[in-house]
């Protein structure tokens, strides 16, 4: 059975200071690797996905399929990095289109 | 383009009530998902339908739930005679095609409360 595990529910940073947010997963197959962010009074939107290898709003994250983790990074925080980030795996094959979220962390970026 | 679209936004039952949720999907979307999320837990995927076809109902409670995505109109998540338990944030998604390529685009939710 595929899950993601963010360990961490709360996590409170200095603007300016580094970020990681992080995400281990355990599945089977070849999987998908995404995060999602939800601003406050906003629904949930995709930030990044494994196989596009972007950087979005300074966020990047890398798959290391050895250790089974996506961890999210940022160099330096801001005050509009503050929300709920859920990392999130599916199926690259059949039933790629079933999303397995873990719990989330809330990410506070004091000013 | 106004997104996805979920009404209503919060919705109260009393137990043994029915509820009905509607997930309008973004324009040019044809496929259409739905996910729960329980207080302090992760979105659990519940059921993926296209115009007129349950696809993948494999997380679906077997019984009291149902979907539909018809012809025309939005995709209906129904409960029917909800528990404590169906309180929740129903979240509905769509995309063009299968996440696996495609982007899921989610809906604000619905958050019922079952009293």
């Known amino acids: 059975a595929q899950r993601v595990t963010q360990p961490e529910k709360l996590l409170s940073v200095f603007k300016g200071a580094p970020v990681e947010l992080k995400c281990n997963y355990s599945y089977s197959g070849s999987p998908e690797l995404f995060w999602y962010v939800q601003y406050s009074r906003q629904r949930l939107q995709l930030l990044l996905r494994h196989i596009s290898r972007e950087s979005i709003k300074g966020f990047t994250a890398d798959l290391n399929k050895g250790e089974t983790s996506f961890h999210l990074k940022k160099p330096f925080a801001q005050e509009e990095d503050s929300a709920m980030y859920y990392c999130a795996l599916s199926n690259s094959g059949a039933g790629s289109y079933q999303l397995t979220f873990g719990k989330g962390t809330k990410l506070s970026v004091i000013p | 383009n106004a997104g996805v679209m979920q009404n209503p936004r919060h919705l109260v039952r009393r137990r043994g009530q029915e509820a009905r949720l509607r997930c309008s999907p973004m324009?040019?979307?044809?496929?259409v998902y739905w996910y729960r999320q329980l207080p302090e837990e992760g979105l659990k995927f519940m059921v993926y339908l296209q115009k007129e076809n349950i696809i993948d109902e494999s997380g679906m409670p077997k019984e009291r739930f149902s979907a539909e995505f018809p012809k025309e109109g939005p995709s209906i998540l129904r409960i029917q005679q909800v528990v404590r338990g169906d309180s929740a944030a129903y979240f509905c998604?769509?995309?063009?095609?299968?996440?696996?390529?495609?982007?899921?685009?989610f809906g604000p939710g619905t958050r019922l409360t079952v009293l």
């Open positions: 324009k040019g979307h044809s496929h």
């Open positions: 998604a769509s995309s063009r095609g299968l996440a696996g390529g495609n982007e899921q685009f």
